[in-house]
C-alpha cells in the first residue's frame, strides 16, 4: 500500500514541484512499458549503500606525495648514524612542530618533501653529520603517523546531509560516501566544491566509475561545502545492453554516449532495431492529449561512426532488442535415432547422410516411412517422405536433398502400438498409472508406486480389469 511513509519524494526537502512531476512522468513511462521503478536501477548510485568505511582513506601513513601538513597532523622523525633518536611531533594549531635541541619548525601546508628541505637546513645546524651527499654520517625520515580530520559540510540532494568529520586525505567522494552518496533526485554528474565562497572543484563521478579518472576528485579542506544539486536529464537503457539502467546525460550527449555508459551492446543485440520511448514536451503536445510517441532506429544508422549520433531527451526509454530466434543453416532430426536434436545443414547434404550423422536409427525403427517438414516460402510447410533400408540410415531408392530448417521424424514401431497402463490407486506412497509390461505381477506393480502405506489393509487386495475384447 501506497502512503506518506513509504513515498521516496514526500520527506524530501530539496524536491521542488517540477521535479516530482518530471519523476511522476519517468513513473508513468515505466508502467507504459510494464516494468516498475524498481526493474531498473538509478546507475551509480548503488556504489554508496554499503559500508562507510569502504572509501574511509587510511586514518594512518603514509600518504601520498602531495599531501599537505596542516594543525592535527602527527609526525615521526628518525635520525639513524652518528645519532639515534626518533621523536613524536604534534602540528600544533599555528602549524609548527617543535623539535627538541632544533626549536620550533613552521610545517603548515608543506608536503614531506619541502618539509625534508627544510629539515635537511634545520638539522643541519645541530647535527653536524646531517647533509646531503655522500658525506653523511646522521640520516633522517620524516613520515605522518596519524593524519588530522577535517569537518566538511554536504548538503544538496544527499541521503543524509550534514557536517562530517573526514581524514585530512579525504576527497569530494569520500565526502560523498559519508552522506550515503546522492539521493534518488541527486545528481552524479556534477557536484561542486565550495571553499571560502567560491567553486574550487567540480566532479563527474561518472569518469570514476566507467573510465577509473580520479584526477578531479579534489582533496577536502576544512570548512569545504560538497553540494550536490537535483540530477539533470535522465533516460533509460534496457534489452541487450551490457548494463540496463537509468543514466544522467550532460547536453550534448547522445544515443552513442548513453550506450558507451552502459557497456555496450551484447552479442545478441540485433543490428537492425532499436526502439526509444519519448515523452512529448509539453509545448509540442496536440490537442489529442498525445504523451508518447516511439521511434523506431537501426544500431548501424544510430551507432555508426560515419554519422551523427542520436541526441536523446529527458524521460527518453531506450530498448534495444536481440537477434531473431530463428536459427539458419540448421536441420532438426526427431523421434528413433541414437542423437536427436540440430544439425549444419550444407547445399547438397542428403536424408542419409543427416540420419548416419544422428548415429543411425535404433532397432526397433519403423522403416516404412520417415517424414521431412520443409519451410515454404511463404511460411507453410510442406510434408515429403522417405523409406529406408535399414537402421544404418540408408534410403530405399533415390536419396533425399535436404533444405535449409527440414524438420526429419523418424518413428519406432511401438509409436504405432497401444499404450497399455495399470493404475495402482488406494493406500499406495505413489498411487497413479504405470506402464504396463508383459510378464508384470501385482508385486511389480506395487514396487513401482513405492509400496503401500503404514495404513493399508494387507490382507486383501482388489484387482479390477476390463475384458480385452470389449
Given amino acids: 500500500p501506497f502512503n506518506a ?3 521516496p519524494y514526500a520527506t524530501n526537502p530539496y524536491l521542488t514541484k517540477a521535479q516530482r512531476e518530471r ?11 510494464g516494468r516498475s521503478r524498481v526493474d531498473i536501477p538509478i546507475f551509480g548510485t548503488s ?8 572509501f574511509q582513506p587510511n586514518l594512518d601513513g603514509p600518504v601520498d606525495a602531495n599531501y599537505r601538513l596542516g594543525p592535527g597532523d602527527r609526525l615521526v622523525l628518525i635520525l639513524t648514524g652518528e645519532v639515534e633518536t626518533a621523536q613524536t611531533l604534534d602540528v600544533t594549531r599555528e602549524g609548527f612542530v617543535l623539535i627538541p635541541q632544533v626549536g620550533q619548525i613552521a610545517v603548515a601546508n608543506l608536503t614531506i618533501a619541502q618539509l625534508e628541505e627544510v629539515l635537511f637546513s ?3 645546524r645541530v647535527y653536524s653529520g646531517v647533509k646531503k651527499g655522500a658525506g653523511a654520517t646522521t640520516q633522517f625520515q620524516v613520515s605522518v603517523a596519524k593524519l588530522r580530520s577535517n569537518q566538511i559540510f554536504v548538503v544538496g540532494d544527499v541521503v543524509r546531509p550534514g557536517s562530517y568529520r573526514v581524514s ?8 560523498l560516501y559519508a552522506a550515503g552518496g546522492p539521493s534518488d533526485n541527486g545528481t552524479l554528474r556534477s557536484v561542486t566544491v565550495r571553499r571560502g565562497g567560491k567553486e574550487v572543484g567540480r566532479l563527474d563521478v561518472y569518469d570514476y566509475l566507467l573510465r577509473g579518472d580520479a584526477s578531479r576528485d579534489l582533496r577536502l579542506e576544512s570548512g569545504d561545502i560538497v553540494f550536490v544539486a537535483t540530477h539533470g536529464p535522465r533516460v533509460r537503457i534496457s534489452g541487450e545492453i551490457t548494463r540496463s539502467a537509468i543514466y544522467e546525460l550532460k547536453a550534448g550527449e547522445t544515443l552513442n554516449d548513453l550506450v558507451a555508459a552502459a557497456g555496450g551492446l551484447t552479442a545478441s543485440a540485433s543490428r537492425q532495431r532499436i526502439q526509444i520511448e519519448r515523452v512529448i514536451p509539453l509545448s509540442q503536445r496536440g490537442s489529442k492529449s498525445e504523451e508518447r510517441t516511439l521511434i523506431e532506429v537501426t544500431s548501424d544508422a544510430a551507432l555508426g561512426s560515419a554519422t551523427p549520433s542520436l541526441p536523446l531527451e529527458n524521460g527518453d526509454y531506450v530498448r534495444v532488442f536481440g537477434v531473431a530466434e530463428r536459427v539458419r543453416n540448421r536441420l532438426t532430426v526427431k523421434g528413433n535415432v541414437w542423437r536427436s536434436g540440430a544439425q549444419a545443414f550444407a547445399p ?10 544422428a548415429g543411425g536409427t535404433k532397432p526397433d525403427t519403423y522403416l516404412g516411412q520417415v517424414l521431412v517438414s520443409r519451410l515454404k516460402g511463404d511460411s507453410t510447410r510442406v510434408q515429403l517422405r522417405a ?5 544404418t540410415g540408408a534410403v530405399l531408392g533415390a536419396d533425399l536433398p535436404l533444405a535449409d530448417d527440414d524438420e526429419i521424424t523418424v518413428f519406432s514401431l511401438t509409436d504405432f502400438r497401444p499404450k497399455l497402463y495399470v493404475a495402482v490407486a488406494g493406500a499406495v506412497r505413489k498411487p497413479g498409472q504405470i506402464p504396463y509390461r508383459e510378464g508384470m ?7 513401482l508406486v513405492g509400496g503401500a502405506t503404514e495404513k493399508a489393509y494387507t490382507n486383501e487386495v482388489e484387482v479390477a480389469r476390463f475384458p480385452l475384447d470389449r
Fill in 441 to 447: 505381477t501385482l508385486r511389480d506393480a506395487l514396487l
Fill in 387 to 391: 523409406m529406408l533400408r535399414d537402421t
Fill in 348 to 357: 547438397g547434404i542428403t536424408l542419409s547422410e543427416v540420419l548416419r550423422r
Fill in 23 to 33: 519523476e511522476d512522468s519517468l513513473s508513468r513511462l515505466e508502467s507504459a512499458a
Fill in 47 to 54: 556504489l554508496f549503500r554499503s559500508s562507510k568505511s569502504e
Fill in 168 to 175: 585530512s586525505a579525504g576527497t569530494v567522494m569520500t565526502a
Fill in 122 to 124: 634545520r638539522l643541519g
Fill in 5 to 7: 511513509t513509504n513515498d
